[in-house]
């Protein structure tokens, strides 16, 4: 989610960034930022653009930065409520933009996030890459009602970075904030979540077992179920 941005547009790539790890929950609620030093050089960008990109997400309520030996960027856990607008969008479908812009979403989704788990199987994961799968899978299936989307993304993601293209997760992680838009207008569905925890364990267990064609099964059913929800609830 840190990698480099481009120059040219390196304010607003910034904030797109910071914006994507907070929404998603790849920094959840209430912990910090990498620190300032750490995070330019890691986005590649001077601390200047960096401060001003953190004022950005201050004014907007995402963060808070405090001061002194504790101090930090912290991620408030107040976030804008479903359907509330949002002055970063960094994709006119983020808010929903009605059925057209929903099925362009998942269809996206379907190839990116399907092709994604294909290429995780196929490699040879390092142990780090397949402890910190297994710990997301044991967080998305065992987090609160409250904190479900967060850690859903997180495990999501995971996958892609699995998939060895840092390209692709950054296309995943902007879809997502698509699909995550249209999902905040739907209620939750007990029976849906706990189908959504057994396809996840299944994606997670053909990753590791190096089982292309059942990562890709198991992923395909996993989105076709979700966007199945989203059709019914929004047409």
């Given at each position: 989610m840190f990698r480099p941005v481009r120059a040219g547009n390196a304010f607003e790539e910034t904030v797109e960034r910071l914006l994507q790890a907070v929404r998603l929950g790849v920094v959840p609620a209430g912990e910090r930022l990498p620190a300032e030093r750490e995070l330019a050089a890691r986005l590649g960008v001077s601390r200047v653009t960096l401060r001003e990109a953190?004022?950005?997400l201050a004014g907007a309520g995402l963060v808070e930065v405090r001061r002194g030996r504790a101090g930090g960027t912290f991620v408030l856990a107040d976030r804008a409520p479903p359907g509330a607008?949002?002055?970063?969008?960094?994709?006119?479908?983020a808010a929903g933009a009605g059925p057209a812009a929903l099925r362009d979403a998942l269809r996206l989704r379907r190839v990116l996030e399907v092709g994604a788990v294909e290429l995780a199987a196929e490699r040879t994961l390092a142990a780090d890459e397949r402890d910190g799968l297994r710990h997301r899978l044991e967080v998305?299936?065992?987090?609160?009602?409250?904190?479900?989307?967060a850690a859903d993304s997180r495990l999501h993601l995971a996958l892609a970075e699995a998939a060895g293209s840092p390209s692709l997760v950054t296309a995943v992680a902007e879809v997502r904030m698509r699909v995550n838009a249209s999902l905040d207008r739907i209620p939750?569905?007990?029976?849906?979540?706990?189908?959504?925890h057994a396809q996840h364990r299944e994606v997670v267990a053909a990753v590791l077992a190096g089982d292309p064609a059942a990562a890709r099964a198991a992923m395909r059913d996993h989105l076709d179920a979700t966007a199945a929800l989203l059709r019914g609830f929004l047409g």
């Amino acid at each position: 989610m840190f990698r480099p941005v481009r120059a040219g547009n390196a304010f607003e790539e910034t904030v797109e960034r910071l914006l994507q790890a907070v929404r998603l929950g790849v920094v959840p609620a209430g912990e910090r930022l990498p620190a300032e030093r750490e995070l330019a050089a890691r986005l590649g960008v001077s601390r200047v653009t960096l401060r001003e990109a953190i004022r950005s997400l201050a004014g907007a309520g995402l963060v808070e930065v405090r001061r002194g030996r504790a101090g930090g960027t912290f991620v408030l856990a107040d976030r804008a409520p479903p359907g509330a607008p949002d002055p970063f969008a960094a994709d006119p479908f983020a808010a929903g933009a009605g059925p057209a812009a929903l099925r362009d979403a998942l269809r996206l989704r379907r190839v990116l996030e399907v092709g994604a788990v294909e290429l995780a199987a196929e490699r040879t994961l390092a142990a780090d890459e397949r402890d910190g799968l297994r710990h997301r899978l044991e967080v998305a299936t065992g987090t609160a009602l409250t904190e479900h989307r967060a850690a859903d993304s997180r495990l999501h993601l995971a996958l892609a970075e699995a998939a060895g293209s840092p390209s692709l997760v950054t296309a995943v992680a902007e879809v997502r904030m698509r699909v995550n838009a249209s999902l905040d207008r739907i209620p939750f569905l007990p029976p849906n979540l706990e189908n959504s925890h057994a396809q996840h364990r299944e994606v997670v267990a053909a990753v590791l077992a190096g089982d292309p064609a059942a990562a890709r099964a198991a992923m395909r059913d996993h989105l076709d179920a979700t966007a199945a929800l989203l059709r019914g609830f929004l047409g």
